[in-house]
C-alpha cells in the first residue's frame, strides 16, 4: 500500500489556504483568449474619419477621431475650453478627443487608432474556430456558446441570438463581409456572459437596424451605422465613420484578463427551438466615472434599457 508523507499533504494544504487555489473563473472560461484592444479600450467609440449623430443622442464613455479633425465630430455641439486636450458635449457621458487638441491628446489618438488596427488584425487572423459558416451567415434563433466562429460570407441576425456563458467565457466573430442586426432584434446575453468579453470583427459594413439591442465590441474595418434608436452596449471601433441617430451607446467593462481554455471544448450553436435553457439578459454594470447629479440620472435611464 502507497504511503503519503503527512507533512507534504498539511504543508500543501497550508499553502492553499495562504495563497488561494485557482480562480473559478480561470479554470471554467471558455472560448479563445481576449482580444486585447490596448488604449483603444479607452473609448466607447473611436474613427478614423468621422462619427456623427442626429436626434437624441446619449453616449457612456470617451470618443475620440483620429487622423480626421474635430470637425469630422458633427452632432455633438462640442464645448472646447482654452487649451484643453479634451472637449465636451451634453450628448457625451465622458470626454471627446480630436487630433487638433492640446497634448498629449494627439499622440494618444495615433496610439489608440494604431491599437484598434492591431486588434482588428489579431482577432480576423486567429485560427482554429469552433464552428465555419454556422447558419449559412444566418445566425438569427441561435444560442451560441463561447467559441470562435468565421464566415467567408457576411451574418444576418432577423431573430434574437442568445450568447450563453459566464462571466470570464469569450466569444471571436469573424465576418468576411457585412453584419446586419434587423430592426427591433436583440443580441441576448445569459448565464453572466458579458458584452466586454464579446468581439464581432467586420470586414464590412455593420448595421445595428431600428430599436435594435447589440451586445459586444464591434472592430469594424469600414464604418458603423446605429439606425434609429438603436441600443449598443459594447464599443464602436472603426476604421471609417461611426454613425448614429437617436442611439444610446454604452461602455461595456474592460474585457477579462484571465486565461481561457481552448475554444475545442466549446458547446457548438443550438437553435432557439433546441432544448437550451431559457435565455435571460444579463445587465452590465455601467462604468462609474466622475459625473454630475444629472449624468448619473442619464447613467441610470441607459442602464435601465439593457435590461
Known amino acids: 500500500m502507497k504511503l503519503f508523507n503527512t507533512s507534504t499533504i498539511v504543508s500543501t494544504l497550508i499553502i492553499s489556504l495562504l495563497f488561494g487555489l485557482p480562480g473559478q473563473d480561470s479554470l471554467l472560461a471558455a472560448g479563445p483568449a481576449t482580444v486585447n484592444l490596448g488604449t483603444a479600450g479607452n473609448f466607447v467609440i473611436l474613427a478614423k474619419t ?126 468576411a463581409q457585412n453584419l446586419n442586426l434587423s430592426s427591433a432584434t436583440k443580441i441576448v446575453l445569459s448565464g453572466g456572459a458579458q458584452a466586454g468579453n464579446i468581439f464581432w470583427v467586420v470586414a464590412g459594413q455593420t448595421t445595428i437596424g431600428t430599436t435594435a439591442l447589440f451586445n459586444g465590441n464591434i472592430l469594424d474595418q469600414t464604418a458603423i451605422v446605429l439606425n434609429t434608436g438603436a441600443i449598443l452596449n459594447g464599443r464602436a471601433l472603426a476604421q471609417t465613420a461611426v454613425t448614429l441617430d437617436s442611439n444610446s451607446v454604452i461602455m461595456p467593462p474592460s474585457p477579462a484578463p484571465a486565461p481561457a481554455t481552448p475554444a475545442t471544448g466549446a458547446t457548438p450553436a443550438t437553435s432557439s427551438s433546441g432544448t437550451s435553457t431559457p435565455a435571460t439578459s444579463a445587465t452590465p454594470a455601467v462604468p462609474a466615472t466622475p459625473s454630475s447629479s444629472s449624468d448619473s440620472d442619464r447613467r441610470i435611464v441607459l442602464q435601465a434599457q439593457l435590461e
Open 50 to 175: 468621422g462619427i456623427s449623430t442626429t436626434g437624441n443622442t446619449s453616449i457612456v464613455g470617451d470618443i475620440g477621431i483620429s487622423p480626421a479633425a474635430a470637425s469630422y465630430i458633427t452632432g455633438f455641439a462640442l464645448t472646447l475650453p482654452s487649451a484643453s486636450a479634451f472637449s465636451t458635449s451634453a450628448t457625451v457621458i465622458g470626454k471627446v478627443y480630436a487630433p487638433g487638441y492640446a497634448d498629449p491628446t494627439p499622440a494618444n489618438l495615433t496610439t489608440a487608432v494604431s491599437d484598434m488596427q492591431t486588434a482588428y488584425t489579431d482577432a480576423a487572423g486567429r485560427t482554429n474556430p469552433t464552428a465555419t459558416e454556422l447558419g449559412a451567415g444566418n445566425i438569427g434563433g441561435m444560442t451560441i456558446a463561447p467559441g470562435l466562429y468565421k464566415w467567408s460570407t457576411g451574418v444576418t441576425i432577423p431573430s434574437d441570438v442568445t450568447l450563453s456563458g459566464s462571466a470570464g467565457d469569450v466569444w471571436v466573430f469573424q465576418i
